[in-house]
């Protein structure tokens, strides 16, 4: 097995049960909490082989997008690998979020400033494998920074056991044998050993010495049958020493105990009972849907159903509930696992799909199966879409924010009212037209508008007041007789609010409730056609 280096892109070789480990770790910490993680390449100074991987350690820090070592931790697990195997570092792996499957550039500063310290200088390159959990499965690619200042990718193959395959190579070249070590196109390898006019493929397996070896005569290179091991001995091998494993969480135990203090600081204004059997559907997991679902489950919601096609981006860090470890994911699913870490105990169900894909028989279907409908999309035909289905069975919110964040509107229909058809006749072509550009994105596929600039904290304002609507509409259904209930007006249909003055505010953070009237000519109003001249 070659470990010369004269090959730039020569693979690493690195042992089974240490390539294990580090999947272990960075699997592990990013369940746990999403975050970061990563540690030490151990293996012989000049090669690409790497015999243990070392785990940050107990006391490093880790977070979502970087990780810093406990250096007195990994100090004596690097001195317990060189007595051992004489092993030094050879790099350091650790893991990003799925948008960056390469080295970022302080990764590339980090390994420059390695090979320029003399402690560590073990050769001209250094190791930087990326890791990343994608749908719970750890995948790796491989890079090596070379000492002229750049990194190439490279590939790996993972060996069993170093120290007992080289216990096992020793004792067969004691008996006579000539032993020439073979890779698998799998993880495993193959000793071929040869004596006088014997010739056997002895195969191994990635968690050797934890399993047996199979053993194959051969004549030339083409095996013959199986036999038992040629030595007489069990070969001289030390044990495997223990994989190194980060604990895994506690989930907490959601028992009645755990509800009841979840809820003990709002259970004067809410029922919890009540809400704990109401289910909402969010529709658009964006800065608003996302912060909407957020605020039901701390409220004490029972179940959500979440609906976005899309998948995290950069961009949406700034103003939404996600986070670093997030980006590349589905939004739906990011946003399951944050509520799931806030609350395990709430139901929650993700579809990753556009409204607009969905047929009438489909929304139907969904709605009734909640209390309460968020629309929360900037695609002004899923918006008429969701008011022509839901309308006539289910309260829907419409929460929207305005150009630079300004203000923004919470427009919300009961089967009882006017829908939202009437409204936007009203407010569009009466004398309180809302500022809005409404610019379309004519590069999207499903024609939506255009995002707006706002901050966080404007948008959290709209948030806040959407959710205490939907809040109280909930309640009006499942726990009339609670705070919560008496909040909003019924004849209202509206409520505008203000991050700043002009338009109908005299001031800033001001609130102005709208009542609607019904459209005669609107569907909601019975009518099955435009009326005519006659």
Not at 150 to 155: K, L, P
Not at 418 to 438: D, H, I, S, Y
Not at 471 to 495: I, N, T, W
Request: aromatic share 6%.
């Amino acid at each position: 097995m070659s470990d010369t280096l004269d090959d730039p892109l020569a693979p690493v070789l690195i042992d089974a049960l240490a390539l294990e480990a580090f999947e272990t770790e960075v699997r592990d910490r990013h369940e746990r909490a999403g975050t970061e993680s990563g540690g030490l390449l151990v293996g012989p100074r000049g090669t690409r082989i790497v015999l243990d991987f070392i785990p940050s350690g107990a006391g490093a820090h880790r977070g979502h997008a970087v990780y810093r070592t406990d250096p007195e931790y990994l100090q004596r697990a690097l001195d317990a690998c060189f007595a051992r195997h004489g092993g030094d570092v050879l790099g350091y792996g650790h893991s990003h979020p799925p948008a960056w499957p390469e080295p970022s550039p302080t990764d590339l500063r980090e390994a420059a400033r390695m090979l320029d310290d003399p402690d560590y200088a073990p050769t001209d390159e250094v190791l930087m494998p990326i890791a990343q959990v994608i749908e719970g499965v750890v995948s790796i690619r491989w890079f090596i920074y070379l000492a002229a200042g750049v990194a190439v990718e490279v590939g790996a193959i993972a060996v069993p056991h170093w120290e007992a395959t080289a216990g096992l190579t020793r004792e067969l070249e004691a008996d006579g044998f000539i032993v020439e070590q073979r890779r698998l196109p799998d993880p495993g390898l193959v000793l071929v050993a040869s004596r006088r006019r014997e010739r056997f493929a002895i195969v191994l397996e990635p968690d050797f010495p934890r399993s047996t070896p199979r053993v194959f005569r051969l004549e030339g290179d083409d095996p013959v049958c199986e036999i038992d091991p040629p030595w007489t001995d069990p070969p001289d091998t030390p044990s495997p020493p223990p994989v190194p494993t980060a604990p895994r969480p506690v989930t907490p135990i959601v028992n009645e105990r755990f509800r009841a203090e979840f809820t003990s600081r709002s259970a004067a204004l809410v029922d919890p009972d009540g809400l704990r059997r109401a289910r909402a559907l969010v529709i658009g997991c964006g800065s608003v849907g996302s912060a909407m679902a957020t605020q039901f489950v701390r409220a004490g919601l029972g179940g959500l159903t979440l609906v976005d096609p899309d998948v995290v981006s950069v961009a949406n860090l700034a103003r939404s509930e996600y986070e670093h470890a997030d980006v590349g994911h589905a939004k739906v699913d990011a946003l399951r696992a944050r509520l799931h870490r806030i609350h395990p105990g709430v139901e929650l169900y993700a579809r990753r799909e556009s409204l607009l894909d969905l047929d009438d028989d489909a929304l139907r279907d969904l709605a009734v199966l909640h209390e309460l409908i968020v629309v929360a999309v900037d695609v002004p035909d899923a918006i008429r879409a969701a008011n022509a289905a839901f309308h006539r069975i289910r309260p829907v919110v419409y929460p929207g924010v305005y150009e630079m964040g300004r203000g923004g509107e919470v427009l919300f229909t009961r089967p009882e009212l006017p829908c939202l058809e009437c409204f936007l006749r009203e407010t569009r072509f009466g004398a309180m037209a809302a500022p809005t550009v409404n610019r379309i994105d004519y590069g999207s596929a499903d024609g939506r508008l255009v995002a707006e600039p706002a901050l966080v904290a404007q948008i959290g304002h709209v948030v806040s007041v959407a959710t205490l609507v939907g809040l109280s509409l909930l309640s009006k259904a499942c726990a009339p007789s609670s705070e919560m209930a008496r909040l909003v007006d019924p004849g209202f249909s509206a409520v505008f609010v203000s991050n700043q003055a002009g338009w109908i505010f005299d001031h800033p953070f001001q609130g102005v409730w709208a009542r609607v009237e019904r459209n005669p000519a609107c569907t909601c109003a019975g009518a099955d056609e435009e009326p005519t001249d006659d």
